[in-house]
């Protein structure tokens, strides 16, 4: 168990400490030269059950409250010190507010000094603490009169406080690991090392680690739990960590930061939370009200927008959004304070729901449905009512990640809550049974619709379709939804087009009849060199837009794809061409020249220049300088069942998930290839 002192300047917390522990806390020369503590200071009682206690001493001089802070959190169980002479001081009230800002409901009071006064003064003293405790949660806290002088009740607070570490038992090690850094500093001999109180999870020697919010890497070297070497440190400890790696030295981790498992590193700088206001503000919080942020051991500046219409008073609560200077490592649930930017006073405290607040419509009446089940502590009826909200869609390694959960975690929720998860170029997205059904049916609802108003086109667009929608989803949720459909029969994708399954753009007879004049003409021997618009209407005696609306028409339905403008190949020959420029880059060291492949079409090098420029668009070719080189993850973008098992005329023209080599990763899905009228999908990077 972790306890905290907290109290007035001169109340005897040091001394306190020190006649419990043995251990003087005040470790800076100028500690001792003022007799005052100006820092963070730490100690450690075993226990008669072979548990260690630890003890954070806290500084109660008004400057140093941001210290107290940096010490406050995380703490289980709060000793709270006022001095039997003095009675409850300024100090005294503002760590109180601040305890109970940090939900620490645990905790005793310490009535020091008591030496000093006789037993009228001493009663008097324990009304005033006890007046100041109702209306916390530490009301029903026990008083215990000490003097660190005479030994006067140090044994029966002892034994209290062994008592409270029995009936604590400890925190949970589920979650991923977090440790608040108060401390970091060089030891002679083992380099780094950084201590403070596990937030989650656990460590073990060797684990590797990210420093957030900088993002350096590191390896546990050795560590210590409760002030003993070990090989694993858990929720609920302080520990010690020697940490070793590439820029890991004192300079580069300092208070406030987290050491963290590397799958939580996503520093925050925009947050919507909850907000307490204390009654002893003077003024409302307003839209952009300046404050400094306490969390964990960190400090910052940021600005205060309330969510609803009007502002919050004194004493009063409501949701903010929390726009910080800069970004801090958090998660979801996390309590926090907030100081005037004088540092003068506490204004107020609360409660982290979400990371990843938007910077617009953060006052809609679904985003506030989405924040009032985010507010939720536990992750489960916090993800059911998610699901259940107007949100429609969760994704699950966002909400993992943010809440610190591990994938058990997770899976055990999903297996209990039954929900749907579709896969997502990220991760996965979870979605309500019923929320998936209506979605599927609204999108086979839209498309069927489509088929019955355009029986001539083969498909609908996708952002069209997006659109149709009520609620209308987000792009990455939507196209995975989609995706996911596709994935299971009930749609079929080509390039930007969805269609049902069935559905297929049949010629009119007219057209029809006008095709079967110009197929030959344009495959056969002259395949490699294809008559224009212009050419095919003259030769046909076909009005020229009549030819181009078919010939467009029928790239539509995969049947055909326009190299360059008014210029048609038949997709066998593209896929034909595609296959060429491939066995010269084998036969080239793999790159070839356009003059290489002009001569292999025996074309002309205006052509040969489209047709390779067209290759480049869809990212088959791969241009440095005057020379090509071939794609291998995209060289059967064009190819026909028998080449590449992939259909040519008006089929899937590229399977659902293929990877799409523009990203540079080789893993991003590319929703159902491409029409010839549209390039690949856009990189991650490009978004």
Not at 88 to 100: G, K
Not at 184 to 193: M, P, R, V
Request: glycine share 10%; with cysteine; hydrophobic share 45%.
């Amino acid at each position: 168990m972790i306890i905290g002192t907290a109290g007035h300047i001169d109340h005897g917390k040091t001394a306190l400490v020190r006649a419990l522990t043995g251990v003087d806390t005040d470790r800076l020369k100028e500690e001792k030269a003022r007799g005052i503590s100006i820092d963070l200071g730490f100690a450690y009682l075993p226990a008669p059950d072979g548990s260690i206690l630890g003890f954070i001493d806290v500084p109660g001089h008004e400057r140093f409250v941001h210290n107290m802070l940096a010490g406050a959190t995380g703490i289980d169980f709060v000793l709270l010190v006022v001095a039997a002479d003095d009675g409850v001081m300024p100090q005294s009230e503002e760590h109180l507010a601040i305890v109970d800002l940090l939900g620490i409901a645990r905790g005793m009071v310490a009535l020091t000094k008591v030496d000093l006064v006789g037993p009228e003064r001493r009663a008097r003293a324990r009304t005033e603490v006890a007046d100041a405790l109702a209306g916390t949660a530490l009301a029903s806290a026990a008083i215990v009169p000490v003097s660190t002088v005479t030994g006067e009740g140090i044994e029966d607070l002892r034994a209290g406080l062994f008592a409270a570490a029995r009936a604590h038992g400890g925190r949970a090690a589920s979650g991923r690991f977090r440790l608040a850094v108060d401390r970091s500093f060089t030891l002679a001999g083992a380099g780094t090392i950084v201590t403070g109180t596990v937030l989650s999870g656990s460590v073990r020697v060797g684990d590797r680690l990210i420093i957030s919010p900088s993002g350096l890497s590191a390896r546990v070297r050795s560590l210590h739990a409760q002030n003993r070497p070990t090989e694993r440190g858990q929720a609920g400890e302080r520990c010690a960590l020697n940490l070793v790696g590439e820029d890991i030295g004192k300079d580069a981790i300092s208070r406030g930061d987290i050491v963290l498992d590397p799958a939580l590193h996503a520093p925050a700088e925009r947050i919507d939370a909850t907000l307490r206001v204390l009654g002893s503000q003077q003024k409302p919080i307003g839209p952009w009200t300046p404050v400094r942020l306490h969390h964990a051991a960190a400090e910052v500046g940021a600005r205060v927008v309330p969510l609803s219409e009007q502002m919050i008073p004194p004493g009063g609560e409501g949701t903010v959004q929390l726009v910080l200077d800069r970004a801090i490592a958090a998660a979801a649930g996390d309590r926090f304070v907030l100081r005037d930017t004088s540092a003068q006073r506490t204004i107020g405290g609360g409660c982290f729901l979400d990371l990843r607040a938007p910077a617009r419509r953060r006052r809609t009446p679904e985003r506030l449905a989405q924040l009032a089940a985010l507010a939720l502590a536990d992750p489960e009826q916090a993800l059911s009512a998610l699901l259940a909200g107007p949100a429609s869609s969760v994704d699950l390694a966002t909400f993992a990640r943010d809440r610190a959960l591990v994938d058990a975690d997770v899976e055990a929720m999903a297996e209990r809550l039954a929900f749907v998860r579709i896969p997502a170029p990220d991760g996965k997205l979870a979605l309500a049974e019923p929320t998936w059904q209506r979605l599927g049916s609204a999108v086979r609802r839209a498309v069927q619709n489509f088929h019955a108003d355009n029986p001539d086109r083969q498909g609908m667009a996708l952002e069209p379709l997006r659109k149709e929608l009520d609620p209308r989803l987000p792009p990455a949720v939507f196209t995975a939804l989609v995706q996911a459909l596709a994935r299971a029969g009930e749609l079929s994708l080509d390039g930007a087009l969805v269609r049902l399954p069935r559905h297929e753009v049949q010629l009119k007879p007219e057209d029809d009849a006008i095709w079967r004049r110009i197929e030959p003409l344009i495959g056969g021997a002259e395949r490699f060199r294809p008559p224009r618009v212009a050419d095919l209407a003259e030769r046909l005696r076909v009005p020229e837009a009549a030819v181009r609306r078919l010939l467009k028409l029928l790239a539509r339905m995969g049947r055909l794809d326009e190299i360059a403008p008014d210029h048609f190949f038949l997709r066998a020959t593209v896929a034909a061409m595609v296959d060429i420029a491939c066995d010269l880059a084998e036969k080239s060291n793999g790159q070839f020249a356009a003059a290489q492949f002009r001569d292999r079409l025996d074309n002309g090098r205006k052509v040969a220049i489209q047709i390779l420029e067209f290759f480049d668009r869809h990212g088959i070719t791969l241009r440095r300088g005057d020379l090509r080189r071939v794609n291998p993850q995209r060289r059967h973008l064009f190819a026909t069942p028998a080449a590449g098992g992939h259909a040519s005329s008006g089929r899937d023209a590229s399977p659902v998930g293929r990877p799409d080599f523009k990203s540079g990763r080789g893993r991003e899905p590319v929703l159902g290839g491409f029409d010839s009228h549209s390039l690949p999908p856009p990189s991650r990077g490009s978004r």
